[in-house]
């Protein structure tokens, strides 16, 4: 089964930018996708950027749209998230997440993904 570990989070004052990384090892699908998801302290999680293997069919939640670029590298065996221009509201644990797909146009619903990281933290400061 692949296994998930996220890096690169931290603190950074709003305007700033981070990129975040996961790694991942071990057995994965014919056909998946990979995603990032963050939860805000008392707000469920939320899918916001998703990737289809190879790095197909990116697509983006609006509140980061134009702001946070997603991307897996050749080899696929890290999956990317870029953010620029960083919002307080972005404050949040990070995961990254992986599910097994049928179709290249990835949902962002949590359900659709069983593989997870442990998360990590970014903090964004006003």
């Known amino acids: 089964q692949v296994h998930l570990v996220e890096s690169g989070g931290g603190s950074v004052q709003a305007g700033g930018s981070l990129r975040l990384s996961c790694a991942a090892s071990?057995?994965?699908?014919?056909?998946?996708?990979m995603g990032w998801f963050r939860q805000a302290p008392g707000k469920e999680r939320e899918g916001i950027a998703t990737?289809?293997?190879?790095?197909?069919?990116?697509s983006y939640a609006d509140s980061v749209k134009g702001r946070f670029t997603i991307s897996q590298d050749n080899a696929e065996n890290t999956l990317n998230l870029q953010m620029n221009s960083l919002k307080p509201e972005d404050t949040a644990v990070y995961y990254c997440?992986?599910?097994?797909?049928?179709?290249?146009?990835?949902?962002?619903?949590?359900?659709?993904?069983?593989?997870w990281g442990q998360g990590t933290q970014v903090t964004v400061s006003s």
């Open positions: 997440a992986t599910g097994p797909a049928w179709v290249t146009l990835c949902s962002r619903s949590v359900s659709q993904y069983n593989v």
């Open positions: 071990g057995a994965t699908y014919s056909g998946y996708c």
């Open positions: 990737i289809y293997r190879g790095g197909v069919t990116p």
